[in-house]
């Protein structure tokens, strides 16, 4: 009896920690090998985002950005901006999301900037940045998920640049640029919950 609960004991466990380390995986097919991610690589590698024709991401390693992650990650944004805004809108932006390049670290990084309400703030520490109207950089965390990074809030500039041709509305709700407003916010609230719910 003693040796049966044991074995009980052990499989519950056993049965406990695979559930708590349960990772979300892709299991891709029909993919060429030089465009998957190489575990064996001891430096950053440059991926193609599927389904996204130009579109690249710069990992450290293959398990914090899976590209796979991060295409899902760019089609649920564009549905939610498509929900919020003309057909104009979301075809420009679709074709600035089709030539994108997202580099995920997590570095540590700080410029001079603006915070969500505008105000210009020294030595910021980021989370995220917006570089050129295609380039943007990501931290990611060992075990955070792209709905609790910066991922969408940077998408948002990659959009608002797309519509405006001149800038990404940098200082956010602030009222120095324009183009971030409460329709911004509630697609990166949508994008993000959305993504929590899937695990991404
Ligand atoms: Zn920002």
Redesign the pocket.
Known sequence: MGNLLTISFSLFCLLGITTCTHRWVAHPQGVPGYEKCNVWQDDIQMLKIPGFELSYIVVQDCFSAPREKVSIAMMVFLDVWKKHHSQFSFEEVEDQLNETLIEFSDQTKRINGYDRDGNYIQNAKIS?L?ITKGMVWVRLRPGELLCESSLA??LI?VAIWANKKTDAD?D?LGTKYDGWDQTKELVLQETNKRLCELGI
Do not use: F
């Open positions: 995220g917006t809030h940077e500039h940098p956010h």
